[in-house]
Structure formats: C-alpha cells, structure tokens
C-alpha cells in the first residue's frame, strides 16, 4: 500500500531534550517536506528536499533540521525543544515539485 | 517569500447550496496552486489543482478558477452536501529563485454545510 509513515504519532517530551520525528515513504516519490499546523495559521512549511541530500529552508525552520540521506526517509530533528514547538506536525512527499502531495497521519508533539 | 491570504475564515451553507473560497498570492513568479481538505482529525488531502498555464479546471462539483493578473484564484463547490464539511486549504508554489520548491499556505477555511 502506497503511504507515508511518521513516529511517533503522539509525543510529549520536556524542554531541551532532543527528539526525532521520522518519516518514509514507499512510493518513490523525490519532494518531500515538513509542515507545522497551528491553530489560525495554517499549514507553514519547516524544510523541503527535492532529492537525497538536497534541503531546503521552508518558512519557519528555525530550531528545526533535516537530512535526507536515502530517498525514502527525512526525519525531523529537534535539537534543543522548546514550548513554542508544541505543535502537529505533517510530513508529506509528492512524485515531483507540482505535484499531489500525500501527508502522513501527523505527530502531535507537546513540549513542557 | 510568497505570502497566501485566504478568506473567508469560516463559511456556512445550506446543502445544495454553492461554496467559493478565494486566496490571493503576493509573488507573480509562483506557478502551481493546490487545495486541500482536511476533515477533522485526519490529514490533508488533495482534492483538485491548477497550474499558471490554464485558467480553471473542473472535477465534478469542484472547480478552481485562478486570474494570473490579478493574483487570486478560488475553489468553488456546487451541490455542497454534509459531507464537504472539514477546512479547506489553498496553497501557491514559489517557481524560482532560492525559494524554488517552497510550498506557501493560506490560513485555512472552516466549511460547515447543513443539512
């Protein structure tokens, strides 16, 4: 079955201790991309890839990174969390640039 | 950077009525604009697209028209039916640059469609 995956789904973490959120998919696909949404704004875009090790800055990548060593995985790394981060978090991936985008099932991440 | 507006906030209809949902986009460069719906507690989902080189599309009750000059585009839905109730999201692809890639959202609209 064609899908992206995330881990974990729920996490409630403290301040300061760093965490990884990992995401795959299995359909090939080259562009993939980390969003944050939170209530009133939308859907804000933390990195993109367009290939293995090619990444880019999204809108809101501060206190974030990413890497993209093999096609099908691009965690996201949280070094240093803080409350500001509590958030739900999507991992998407899409064929090409322009084109449908398919999201995980998102991780709820509540920092203390 | 783009900048997506999005309007309105929240809408409400009665079934069988029409929805329209307009963004506007700040960068003329951008060339790609998707919508997405995403009902409550899941993920968003694509549910129709268009590129800068055509001025509407259409998949049964959904349309999306977008005016290059005037930098907007919108979703309209015909029929609404119950359950075409969730929150819509447009959203505008930058086409060069250093922001080559960068997908920018709007704010999101919460549809509500009565019965």
């Known amino acids: 079955e064609a899908q992206v995956t995330q881990n974990p789904r729920y996490l409630i973490t403290v301040t300061g201790k760093k965490l990884t959120v990992t995401c795959s998919q299995n359909?090939?696909?080259?562009?993939m991309s980390w969003y944050r949404q939170d209530p009133g704004l939308g859907l804000r875009q933390i990195y993109y890839s367009m290939n293995v090790e090619v990444t880019d800055k999204g809108d809101v990548p501060e206190g974030y990174k990413v890497s993209r060593k093999e096609k099908r995985n691009f965690p996201l790394i949280l070094e240093s969390p803080s409350p500001n981060q509590t958030s739900l978090y999507f991992c998407a991936s899409s064929r090409a640039l322009s084109d449908t985008q398919y999201f995980g099932p998102g991780t709820r991440l509540t920092v203390l | 950077g783009e900048n997506v507006e999005q309007h309105p906030s929240t809408l409400s209809v009665q079934e069988g009525d029409s929805a329209v949902i307009k963004c506007t986009y700040s960068d003329s460069a951008s060339n790609y604009f998707p919508w997405y719906k995403q009902e409550l507690g899941k993920r968003p989902q694509l549910i129709i697209d268009?590129?800068?080189?055509?001025g509407e599309k259409k998949d049964q009750r959904i349309a999306v028209t977008l005016n290059k000059t005037a930098k907007h585009f919108s979703l309209h839905i015909t029929e609404t039916q119950p359950e075409d109730s969730a929150v819509y999201f447009c959203?505008?692809?930058?086409?060069?640059?250093?922001?080559?890639?960068?997908?920018?959202f709007g704010q999101g609209t919460i549809l509500t469609v009565h019965p």
């Open positions: 359909m090939n696909h080259e562009y």
């Open positions: 959203a505008a692809k930058d086409a060069g640059g250093t922001s080559y890639g960068k997908l920018t």
């Open positions: 268009i590129r800068s080189n055509v």
